[in-house]
């Protein structure tokens, strides 16, 4: 009989032999970021550094959360920070989550009711899911990809068989693997159409700040605010995540949601960064940041040329070059890792298969001459690859 540490092992070994282990890989040091979250380039920034260390100098001797926020963990300085926070998104309340999995997992797993209804995004993210796994919904239903045609057909199908039942609507502004912009005006019509007065149909939203005025996403540069029953903002993917909504929905939070109830909440200093990246983007100090982000993304697309597979069609910083199966997209990966470039390779599971990619990502801190040096590696790649074929030119913006 096998021990449990051997049958272990042997399903790590059915992993590996299909090119899906996951590993733990420390970046080098002096190695260029095209791949991290931090789109604002928040973590690079001597600016945003300095602020923070003269926050730290203000706070009090404790530094540490102490416990649970519903216990000790809990501080008028949090309280603050979130109503700072409300303010600057035109919220009417905000409620700090360790991370955006825990708020994902939290909203979805509380807030539908008995017999409710959750419609989402076919690409929506696994912490959604988590959420939904947990829920007390009758049906948790996906639509294809931003695609209104089918999600007005599956909304249709839901009011005539549940009719007076919560529709919970699940999306993202900008997707984190495609990198591409959910059609959130149209996907409202389609609510409003069938609850003019917003009575049974609720969106929630996993913002990216990388747009909008000063970083306030996409909803505030929509003037969608009033159309959102939820709002995840995760600070520039630098650090935690705020779930932004009315007062009746943060206190049932405070109340139901587990992840925020039982998990030891973040630290004095965590807090302390969160309030001066809102502070750098109060100032207006990312503004140029986010035109330089956007600016060397058209500038990656524009100069990027494939002679095989496909360049995916995203507006966004981030970006996916669609290799056939694994190991491609991992000898791809690997040959610009060895060049100094830190980018990852995508693979089944967590895309499906056929789609898997290697994804980039374009930063405040990156240089027009980085990019540039980028492009010519993974043209170079596809020169001395067994597998090159006539250059196609990728499709442009």
């Keep these: 009989m096998h021990t449990l540490e051997q049958q272990l092992e042997d399903t790590l070994t059915k992993r590996r032999e299909i090119s899906k282990i996951r590993r733990l890989v420390v970046n080098p040091p002096n190695a260029i970021d095209f791949s991290s979250n931090d789109f604002l380039g928040l973590s690079h920034s001597n600016h945003f550094k300095t602020a923070y260390l003269n926050e730290l100098q203000q706070l009090p001797t404790i530094l540490g959360s102490t416990g649970s926020r519903l216990l000790d963990g809990n501080?008028?300085?949090?309280?603050?920070?979130?109503?700072?926070?409300?303010?600057?998104?035109?919220?009417?309340?905000?409620?700090?989550?360790?991370?955006?999995?825990?708020?994902?997992?939290?909203?979805?797993?509380?807030?539908?009711?008995?017999?409710?209804?959750?419609?989402?995004?076919?690409?929506?993210?696994?912490?959604?899911?988590?959420?939904?796994?947990?829920?007390?919904?009758?049906?948790?239903?996906p639509f294809l990809h931003s695609n209104v045609e089918d999600f007005e057909r599956i909304i249709q199908w839901v009011v005539a068989q549940y009719p007076g039942k919560n529709v919970f609507v699940a999306v993202e502004t900008v997707y984190s693997m495609d990198g591409d912009v959910a059609p959130l005006n149209e996907l409202i019509a389609v609510l409003r159409n069938f609850w003019p007065r917003k009575e049974n149909g609720y969106v929630i939203v996993d913002e990216a700040s990388v747009y909008g005025h000063q970083g306030r996403g996409i909803i505030s540069q929509l003037g969608l605010e009033k159309e959102i029953f939820a709002r995840l903002h995760t600070f520039g993917k630098a650090l935690a995540t705020a779930v932004l909504g009315s007062e009746t929905l943060r206190q049932y939070l405070i109340n139901y949601a587990r992840?925020?109830?039982?998990?030891?909440?973040?630290?004095?200093?965590s807090l302390a960064s969160i309030k001066c990246v809102y502070n750098v983007l109060e100032d207006g100090d990312t503004v140029p940041v986010q035109k330089h982000v956007h600016d060397i993304t058209q500038r990656f697309r524009n100069n990027i040329r494939l002679p095989s597979g496909t360049?995916?069609?995203?507006?966004?910083?981030?970006?996916?070059?669609?290799?056939?199966?694994n190991a491609s997209v991992r000898a791809l990966a690997g040959y610009l890792n060895k060049?100094?470039?830190?980018?990852?390779?995508?693979?089944?599971?967590?895309?499906?298969?056929?789609?898997?990619?290697?994804?980039?990502?374009?930063?405040?801190?990156?240089?027009?001459?980085?990019?540039?040096?980028?492009?010519?590696?993974?043209?170079?790649?596809?020169?001395?690859?067994?597998?090159?074929s006539p250059v196609v030119e990728a499709a442009k913006l």
């Excluded at 992840?259 to 200093?269: A, D, G, K, V």
């Excluded at 360049?311 to 199966?325: C, H």
Aim: glycine share 6%.
């Design 75 to 141: 501080s008028a300085y949090c309280e603050q920070l979130e109503k700072k926070i409300a303010n600057f998104h035109n919220s009417e309340s905000a409620l700090i989550f360790n991370s955006g999995f825990d708020a994902n997992a939290g909203l979805f797993s509380t807030v539908p009711q008995r017999g409710d209804i959750i419609v989402y995004d076919e690409l929506i993210h696994a912490s959604v899911h988590e959420g939904m796994r947990l829920s007390r919904a009758a049906k948790c239903l």
């Design 259 to 269: 992840p925020l109830i039982y998990s030891t909440f973040m630290s004095y200093s």
């Design 311 to 325: 360049l995916l069609p995203s507006f966004s910083p981030i970006q996916g070059v669609v290799l056939n199966g």
């Design 339 to 388: 060049k100094g470039f830190i980018v990852k390779p995508i693979c089944s599971p967590t895309v499906p298969i056929g789609r898997e990619r290697v994804r980039i990502c374009l930063h405040g801190h990156n240089t027009i001459e980085q990019v540039d040096s980028l492009v010519k590696e993974i043209h170079l790649f596809f020169q001395i690859s067994p597998s090159s």
